[in-house]
């Protein structure tokens, strides 16, 4: 089923079956994998490939990957679907996001129960109207491990989107009046934040039979900069991933 790379690695994020594990967390930026890796015991590099750098280390004894999964959804869904077949069967992402609620303010953490599906990478595993929603017991288990951060912490509906300048300049778009006219809807309709992989991960897990869930780091809120609120950028992302980190812990021992 999958394409192999040299000797038997997965062909796009450079992994042997024989490393894998059962738990990863994912980020977008290869930059942020060794970072993240460092909260877990005996951390080591495992593999680097195009945009997926991997790491591995332990949590309470048991082998955990960090591996990056780049921008947008088709490569979330080539990292999932690899990573699945190196034995993973949970996954959760830690990713950055722009806040939409006027009340999520840089610096929050966002938890995704679901994800609007603005995307199209989704659309090839299960019809649109199939919700993107996040694993029930890893969602908790990202809740309980929020509650020891000093951070405001929201749960609820993220939009995911392929196009991140279609969010930040949809008047210089041709179809500007339908971008402007759904970014309303979604703001109406409750939705804190706004990323670019959650639905295709939920989706790529529904499909495949994995657990997945997404904790997000707010850099930023448009909203709150348009009505004149306090918005000063927050780019240190530590508290998603260790919250990550202590959510694995939790499932380990459920």
Known sequence: MFLKF????????????????????????????????????????????????????????????????????PSTAICAEELSACGVHTMIR??????????????????ANAAIRQEGTSQEYLPIAFPAVSDYCVTTALSQAARHTEKAVHVGVVQCKDSFYGQHSPEESPVSFQLQNQWQAWLRGGCFASEMESAALFIVAAARGL?????????????????????????????????AVEAIKILMNS
């Open 6 to 73: 040299n000797e038997q690695a997965m062909f796009h994020i450079g992994l042997k079956p024989e490393q894998g594990a059962e738990y990863a967390i994912l980020t977008g930026d290869p930059g942020r994998v060794e970072k993240i890796a460092g909260l877990l015991d005996q951390s080591e590099f495992v593999a680097s490939k195009r945009e997926y750098t991997t790491w591995a280390g332990n949590i309470s004894g048991k082998r955990v990957l960090v591996t990056s999964h780049g921008i947008g959804g």
């Open 94 to 111: 830690v990713g950055t996001c722009g806040g939409m609620a006027q009340s999520v303010c840089p610096g929050d953490l966002v938890i």
């Open 211 to 243: 657990r997945a869930g997404c904790i997000l780091h707010v850099i930023w809120n448009q909203e709150r900069e348009a009505a004149g609120l306090p918005n000063t950028p927050v780019h240190d992302t530590s508290s998603a991933a260790i919250t």
